[in-house]
Protein backbone atom coordinates (compact mmCIF):
# COMPACT_ATOMS: atom_id res chain seq x y z
CA UNK A 1 0.00 0.00 0.00
CA UNK A 2 1.50 3.44 -0.77
CA UNK A 3 0.20 7.19 -0.92
CA UNK A 4 1.90 9.98 -2.46
CA UNK A 5 0.79 13.20 -1.54
CA UNK A 6 2.39 15.90 -3.36
CA UNK A 7 1.78 19.70 -4.39
CA UNK A 8 2.94 21.60 -0.88
CA UNK A 9 4.61 24.81 -1.42
CA UNK A 10 4.94 28.59 -0.40
CA UNK A 11 2.18 31.21 -0.92
CA UNK A 12 0.91 34.50 -0.02
CA UNK A 13 -2.01 35.17 1.55
CA UNK A 14 -5.13 34.48 -0.38
CA UNK A 15 -3.67 32.20 -2.95
CA UNK A 16 -4.38 28.67 -3.68
CA UNK A 17 -2.95 25.36 -3.92
CA UNK A 18 -3.96 21.88 -5.00
CA UNK A 19 -2.65 18.70 -2.89
CA UNK A 20 -2.87 15.57 -4.31
CA UNK A 21 -2.85 11.92 -2.90
CA UNK A 22 -1.92 9.22 -5.37
CA UNK A 23 -2.51 5.91 -4.18
CA UNK A 24 -1.65 2.42 -4.95
CA UNK A 25 -1.69 -1.11 -3.69
CA UNK A 26 -5.38 -1.59 -2.48
CA UNK A 27 -8.85 -1.36 -3.50
CA UNK A 28 -9.13 2.52 -3.95
CA UNK A 29 -12.94 2.72 -4.37
CA UNK A 30 -13.21 0.45 -1.12
CA UNK A 31 -11.46 3.39 0.95
CA UNK A 32 -12.25 6.63 3.06
CA UNK A 33 -9.28 8.74 2.15
CA UNK A 34 -8.49 11.16 4.34
CA UNK A 35 -6.04 15.24 4.43
CA UNK A 36 -4.73 15.64 7.91
CA UNK A 37 -2.45 18.25 8.88
CA UNK A 38 -0.11 18.75 11.86
CA UNK A 39 1.70 21.56 12.91
CA UNK A 40 4.74 20.97 14.58
CA UNK A 41 3.88 21.32 18.78
CA UNK A 42 0.02 21.17 17.74
CA UNK A 43 -2.26 18.36 17.72
CA UNK A 44 -3.08 16.58 14.30
CA UNK A 45 -6.23 17.69 12.99
CA UNK A 46 -8.31 16.37 10.55
CA UNK A 47 -9.11 18.74 7.41
CA UNK A 48 -11.30 17.22 5.08
CA UNK A 49 -11.81 13.50 4.42
CA UNK A 50 -14.38 11.33 2.46
CA UNK A 51 -16.21 7.87 2.53
CA UNK A 52 -15.43 5.29 0.28
CA UNK A 53 -19.05 6.26 -2.18
CA UNK A 54 -18.32 10.12 -1.72
CA UNK A 55 -21.00 10.88 -0.42
CA UNK A 56 -20.02 11.19 3.30
CA UNK A 57 -17.57 14.34 4.11
CA UNK A 58 -15.92 15.76 7.12
CA UNK A 59 -14.74 19.59 7.13
CA UNK A 60 -12.82 21.09 10.09
CA UNK A 61 -15.37 24.62 10.04
CA UNK A 62 -11.76 26.57 9.71
CA UNK A 63 -11.65 25.28 6.03
CA UNK A 64 -15.44 25.54 4.72
CA UNK A 65 -15.88 27.56 2.06
CA UNK A 66 -12.19 27.74 1.40
CA UNK A 67 -10.95 24.13 0.68
CA UNK A 68 -12.95 21.27 -1.39
CA UNK A 69 -11.57 17.42 -1.74
CA UNK A 70 -12.62 14.96 -4.55
CA UNK A 71 -11.71 11.54 -5.53
CA UNK A 72 -11.14 10.02 -8.32
CA UNK A 73 -11.71 6.15 -8.43
CA UNK A 74 -11.00 5.94 -12.06
CA UNK A 75 -6.82 7.52 -11.21
CA UNK A 76 -7.05 6.46 -7.73
CA UNK A 77 -6.03 9.67 -6.48
CA UNK A 78 -7.50 12.30 -4.16
CA UNK A 79 -7.20 15.89 -4.52
CA UNK A 80 -7.30 18.65 -1.80
CA UNK A 81 -8.49 21.93 -3.40
CA UNK A 82 -7.49 24.96 -1.17
CA UNK A 83 -8.64 28.23 -1.67
CA UNK A 84 -8.18 31.22 0.06
CA UNK A 85 -5.33 30.21 2.18
CA UNK A 86 -4.36 32.15 5.79
CA UNK A 87 -1.02 31.61 7.20
CA UNK A 88 -2.90 29.66 9.68
CA UNK A 89 -3.23 27.17 7.10
CA UNK A 90 0.36 26.46 7.35
CA UNK A 91 1.62 22.85 8.35
CA UNK A 92 2.76 19.13 6.96
CA UNK A 93 -0.30 18.26 5.18
CA UNK A 94 -0.67 13.69 5.35
CA UNK A 95 -3.22 11.43 3.31
CA UNK A 96 -4.43 8.51 4.53
CA UNK A 97 -6.64 5.80 3.58
CA UNK A 98 -8.90 4.00 5.80
CA UNK A 99 -11.14 0.39 5.44
CA UNK A 100 -13.53 0.57 8.34
CA UNK A 101 -14.17 4.26 8.51
CA UNK A 102 -17.83 5.08 9.28
CA UNK A 103 -19.13 8.85 9.89
CA UNK A 104 -18.50 8.94 13.42
CA UNK A 105 -14.60 8.08 12.43
CA UNK A 106 -14.22 10.13 9.47
CA UNK A 107 -11.97 12.47 11.22
CA UNK A 108 -10.21 10.26 13.51
CA UNK A 109 -6.82 10.13 12.50
CA UNK A 110 -6.29 6.70 14.67
CA UNK A 111 -9.05 5.18 12.15
CA UNK A 112 -7.03 5.39 9.03
CA UNK A 113 -4.90 2.39 8.06
CA UNK A 114 -2.12 4.01 5.96
CA UNK A 115 -0.58 6.77 5.74
CA UNK A 116 1.50 8.87 3.01
CA UNK A 117 4.45 11.15 3.43
CA UNK A 118 3.57 14.85 4.66
CA UNK A 119 3.94 17.97 1.91
CA UNK A 120 4.71 20.86 3.41
CA UNK A 121 2.21 24.10 3.04
CA UNK A 122 3.34 27.37 4.16
CA UNK A 123 1.04 30.40 3.52
CA UNK A 124 2.83 33.57 4.17
CA UNK A 125 1.14 37.20 5.48
Known amino acids: VQLQASGGGSVQTGESLRLSCSTSGFRFEDYAIGWFRQVPGKKREAVLC????????YYVDSVKGRFTLSRDNYEKAVYLQMNSLKPEDTALYYC???????????????????WGQGTLVTVSS
Open 96 to 114: AEGARIITSTIRQGTAYDY
Open 50 to 57: IDSSGEST
